[in-house]
């Protein structure tokens, strides 16, 4: 059975850092991307960044700069580096995986981490 584990939320003054660890556990076949979402209060889940089995990386317009996207594949734990935080960047921080092929794709999720910045 495929697990999520987030870890390293909290809250923090605005310009702080975070860094947000999610750790896999039970097989997953065929990785194809690892992902972090968040979701704030009212609002929808939105995708913050992601890195491909290749390494592409990319990051929604917001975090470009402050935040950055690691994956361990040895440990099987990806990682998103927070600096410079808004108030802004407050929500459920939620890790992602994606994998099996495109006719059977598999997508699992983490139970989320909250991140909370102050002004």
């Known amino acids: 059975q495929v697990r999520l584990v987030e870890s390293g939320g909290g809250l923090v003054q605005a310009g702080g850092s975070l860094r947000l660890s999610c750790a896999a556990s039970g097989n997953i076949f065929n990785i194809r991307t690892k992902a972090w979402y968040r979701q704030a209060p009212g609002k929808q889940r939105e995708l913050v960044a992601a890195?491909?089995?290749?390494?592409?990386?990319n990051y929604i317009d917001s975090v470009k700069g402050r935040f950055t996207i690691s994956t361990d594949s040895a440990k099987n734990t990806v990682y998103l580096q927070m600096n410079s935080l808004k108030p802004e960047d407050t929500a459920t921080y939620f890790c992602n995986i994606e994998g099996g092929t495109r006719w059977s794709p598999t997508t699992y999720w983490g139970q989320g981490t909250q991140v909370t910045v102050s002004s």
């Open positions: 890195i491909t089995s290749g390494s592409s990386t």
